[in-house]
Nanobody, 120 residues
Framework: QLQLQESGPVLVKPSQSLPLTCAVS???????????WIWLLQPPGKGPEWMGAMRYGGSTYYSPSLKRRTSGSRDTSRNQFTLKVTSVTPEDTAVYYCGAGITSIVPVVWGQGTQVTVSS
């Protein structure tokens, strides 16, 4: 059964970069079992917001509002995909989720999420 586990720093200072990793178990990120590997964030008191996605072949897609600050990559040997957010501000404080989906927007399987706080 597919499992996803997010990891990243708990606390990041403003202007620094935020590296996020999603470790995937039981399904290869390079196969078409799930076409997209997705990142979302959920700020306190708000709903989930789509950040971006990576297609099984490696193509990346980003939210227009975050495109200038985000970049995705993957390590197929570890079956992981990553997202880096640069120049973070306190507004980037959120729970960050990774997921797997048939479309690029809505995951059908979610990780548990990882809380990240941006504060000096």
């Amino acid at each position: 059964q597919l499992q996803l586990q997010e990891s990243g720093p708990v606390l990041v200072k403003p202007s620094q970069s935020l590296p996020l990793t999603c470790a995937v178990s039981c399904v290869s990120i390079t196969t078409t079992t799930y076409y997209y590997w997705i990142w979302l964030l959920q700020p306190p008191g708000k709903g989930p917001e789509w950040m971006g996605a990576m297609r099984y072949g490696g193509s990346t897609y980003y939210s227009p509002s975050l495109k200038r600050r985000t970049s995705g990559s993957r390590d197929t040997s570890r079956n992981q995909f990553t997202l880096k957010v640069t120049s973070v501000t306190p507004e980037d404080t959120a729970v960050y989720y990774c997921g797997a989906g048939i479309t690029s927007i809505v995951p059908v399987v979610w990780g548990q999420g990882t809380q990240v706080t941006v504060s000096s």
